[in-house]
C-alpha cells in the first residue's frame, strides 16, 4: 500500500516539475525538435499576438506569429556553419500592422489579383475591394494576413507542428460562404517546411491560398537577390496586362527572359528590353508549372556564396516568381538600415492569377461538402 502511495507521490510531483517547467502548454518532449512559445506583442483591442518558434534536430528555426500566420524569422545554417535569418521580416509587431507587403504572410482568401475585383458563381456578381489599382489583390483589406489565428501544437519524434485555423465570415471582403480554414505549418528532421492549408465552406465560394515570403539566401539583406540561381520547372508563363492581370495567353518560356528551366541567374536577363518585364518592374508573373496534378519539384534556389539552396515541392498549378521590385528603401529592417529593391524574392505557389474570371484556368471553386487542400514544401540544404 505504502508502495503504491510513494509511486503515486512521484508520478504527482514529476507533473507538477513538467508543468512548471512548460506553464504555457506547449509540448517539449524532446530534444531534438521542439517549440516555444513567447508573446510577440498586443493588439490595440488587447489581443495577444503569441510567436511560436519550431526547431528540428539539424538546429533550423522558423517562428511564426499568430497575427497574419506571419513567418518572422526562418534560420538555416550556410556553408561556413553560421546560423542567419533567410527571410524578411520586421522586429516588432506594430511595424508589421503599419505597413507590410505580406513579408511572411498566409495569403487569403484569393492570394493574386481578379480583375476589377469582380467574379460571378451561378450569375450572382460578387464585388470585393479594390486595393491595387483598379483590381483587387491578396484577399482584400483584411486579408488572412491581418487577422489573428488560433494556435495549437503537435510534436512528435521527427516534426513539430503548428495548427493555424481561422472561420472567416460569410461576405467577409465580399467573399461568399462561411470558410473554416486550417493552415498546418510543420518543420521536420529532413529540414523541409510543409504547409499544408484546408478548408471547408458552407456555400460555394473561390479561394486560393499561398504563402508569401520573401527569401534572401544570403543571410545579409543589405544584398540584393539578383546573385542567386533559380529553376522553375515551367515550361510556360502566363503574361499580363499594365494592371498585372494575365491576357489569357500561355506563352512558351523558350527564347525569352522568362526561362528558368535550367539555373539561372535572377538578374541575368531581369533588365532586358522586354514587354512583360517592363510591365512587372522586373519579374512578377505567374509560371505554368509541368505536370499539375501531382506534388512534384516546381522551383529551386542556390546562392553559392552561402552554399544555401532552397527547393520548394507543391501541388499547385501554378508559381508567381516575384522579385522583389516594389521594395524601395523604406521599410525597416531587423538589423539596421531598410530593405532595399530586389533584397528578397517569392515564389508564391498557387491557382492563376484572375482565374475566377477565366474559364481556361485551373478552377478555384470550392462547394459545400468538398475539402480544399494544397501543400506546399520548402526544402533546405547546403551545396
Ligand atoms: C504580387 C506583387 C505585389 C506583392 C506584394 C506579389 O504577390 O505579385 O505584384 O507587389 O505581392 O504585394
Not at 483584411?142 to 460569410?170: C, E, P, R
Not at 532552397?310 to 501541388?315: A, F, M, T
Request: hydrophobic share 35%; proline share 3%; aromatic share 12%.
Amino acid at each position: 500500500m505504502k508502495k503504491y502511495f510513494f509511486l503515486l507521490l512521484i508520478l504527482v510531483l514529476t507533473s507538477i516539475y513538467y508543468f512548471l517547467r512548460n506553464p504555457m502548454g506547449v509540448n517539449k518532449n524532446s530534444s531534438l525538435i521542439s517549440i516555444n512559445k513567447t508573446e510577440f506583442g498586443t493588439l490595440k483591442n488587447g489581443t495577444v499576438v503569441h510567436k511560436y518558434t519550431l526547431e528540428n534536430k539539424i538546429g533550423t528555426k522558423v517562428s511564426i506569429i499568430t497575427y497574419g500566420g506571419i513567418i518572422t524569422n526562418l534560420k538555416t545554417f550556410n556553408k561556413l556553419g553560421e546560423l542567419e535569418d533567410i527571410v524578411l521580416g520586421y522586429s516588432s509587431l506594430e511595424e508589421y500592422i503599419k505597413e507590410n507587403p505580406y513579408f511572411g504572410a498566409i495569403v487569403g482568401r484569393y492570394g493574386n489579383r481578379i480583375s476589377k475585383g469582380k467574379f460571378s458563381i451561378s450569375g450572382k456578381e460578387y464585388n470585393l475591394a479594390r486595393n491595387n489599382g483598379q483590381n483587387h489583390l491578396h484577399g482584400g483589406n483584411i486579408g488572412f494576413d491581418k487577422v489573428i489565428w488560433d494556435a495549437t501544437t503537435q510534436i512528435d519524434k521527427n516534426s513539430a507542428s503548428l495548427i493555424l485555423s481561422y472561420t472567416s465570415g460569410d461576405m467577409e471582403e465580399g467573399y461568399p460562404g462561411n470558410l473554416e480554414t486550417r493552415v498546418i505549418y510543420t518543420l521536420n528532421n529532413e529540414n523541409s517546411i510543409e504547409v499544408l492549408y484546408e478548408a471547408i465552406t458552407d456555400k460555394s465560394t473561390i479561394i486560393n491560398l499561398t504563402q508569401h515570403s520573401y527569401f534572401n539566401l544570403s543571410g545579409n539583406f543589405s544584398e540584393s537577390i539578383l546573385d542567386h540561381e533559380v529553376k522553375i520547372n515551367a515550361n510556360a508563363f502566363l503574361p499580363v496586362d499594365e494592371t498585372l492581370i494575365p491576357t489569357g495567353e500561355i506563352v512558351n518560356v523558350e527564347c525569352t527572359p522568362f526561362d528558368f528551366r535550367e539555373f539561372k541567374r535572377i538578374g541575368k536577363d531581369i533588365n532586358l528590353e522586354n514587354e512583360q518585364l517592363i510591365i512587372g518592374n522586373g519579374y512578377d508573373h505567374c509560371w505554368v508549372l509541368n505536370d499539375y496534378g501531382t506534388m512534384r519539384f516546381v522551383a529551386a534556389a542556390y546562392h553559392s556564396r552561402s552554399g544555401r539552396f532552397l527547393e520548394v515541392y507543391s501541388d499547385e498549378p501554378g508559381m508567381q516568381f516575384y522579385s522583389g521590385n516594389f521594395l524601395d528603401g523604406t521599410l525597416p529592417r531587423r538589423d539596421e538600415g531598410y530593405y532595399g529593391n530586389r533584397s528578397g524574392f517569392c515564389f508564391e505557389t498557387q491557382h492563376y492569377p484572375n482565374s475566377p474570371n477565366n474559364k481556361e484556368f485551373p478552377s478555384v471553386m470550392l462547394e459545400p461538402n468538398d475539402l480544399y487542400t494544397s501543400k506546399t514544401t520548402f526544402n533546405f540544404s547546403i551545396k
